[in-house]
């Protein structure tokens, strides 16, 4: 497994952790709901969203038979992607106690996550491509000089 991809797995199992730990909290002090929307992103967001990104990059440049296109722009990812995340959070946790001024913060983090998550989708779409391309000249190429694939 690409250590990326397990970067992006470990990373998903921290937030859960988290996310579950703010839930409690928010049980155990009903006040704390104030803290909804960080404890939604650290779950939604940080878990799932990070989980699927971890098994996109191990899996779906298996499925297409072809290397993903930019590993550079998946480590970019993870840092993106983590430190993003930990600002919008951080912004949603500060703004029920210092209102507007935590939107800088929470704007950031947005911004950076949501860089992170389009290159994502960059990277696969190139990584799509250059198989389909690949998958196209074999098929029109003699029998005995096709490309190797990862059939």
Known sequence: MDWFAKMFIRASLIWF?????????????????????????????GFVTMMIFGVGYQMLPRFFGHPIHSRNFAVAHIWLANVGLAGLVAGFLLAPNVGARSIPVTATGGILWAIGAYGFVYNMWRTFDAAERRRRLNEQRPESRKLPTSD
């Open 17 to 45: 952790v988290l996310g579950i730990t703010l839930g409690v909290a928010m049980a155990v002090h009903p006040a704390w709901v104030v803290y909804r929307p960080a404890h939604a992103h650290m779950n939604l967001v």
